[in-house]
Nanobody, 115 residues
Framework: QVQLVESGGGLVRPGESLRISCTSSENIFFFNTMGWYRRAPGKERELVAS???????NYAESVRGRFTIDRDGAKKTIYLQMNSLKPEDTAMYFCNARVASRLHWGQGIQVTVQA
């Protein structure tokens, strides 16, 4: 059973930065893709950023240039560095890992951007 554990969320002010982490119970290169999704109150879950086994990254238009996804294989961890945070970035952030058609999810972590 794959386990994904997020950490690092919290409350920040607009314009500040935050880095959230997702640690896997498995070698992260076992997965085809890992990424971050978020769900804001009253909205659908959306892809924020992803990174595939080859290191190719993908970002939602709303975060491109502000957020960076990266990884540390030795720590079995992926990160989401979030800069210039906006109130509209407030959401529950979920770590996701995909191998073939199988998806695995973390429990989610809250990020709140508030003045």
């Amino acid at each position: 059973q794959v386990q994904l554990v997020e950490s690092g969320g919290g409350l920040v002010r607009p314009g500040e930065s935050l880095r959230i982490s997702c640690t896997s119970s498995e070698n992260i290169f076992f997965f085809n893709t890992m990424g971050w999704y978020r769900r804001a109150p009253g909205k659908e879950r959306e892809l924020v950023a992803s990174i595939n086994v080859g290191g190719v990254t993908n970002y939602a238009e709303s975060v491109r240039g502000r957020f960076t996804i990266d990884r540390d294989g030795a720590k079995k961890t992926i990160y989401l560095q979030m800069n210039s945070l906006k109130p509209e970035d407030t959401a529950m952030y979920f770590c996701n890992a995909r191998v073939a058609s199988r998806l695995h999810w973390g429990q989610g972590i809250q990020v709140t951007v508030q003045a």
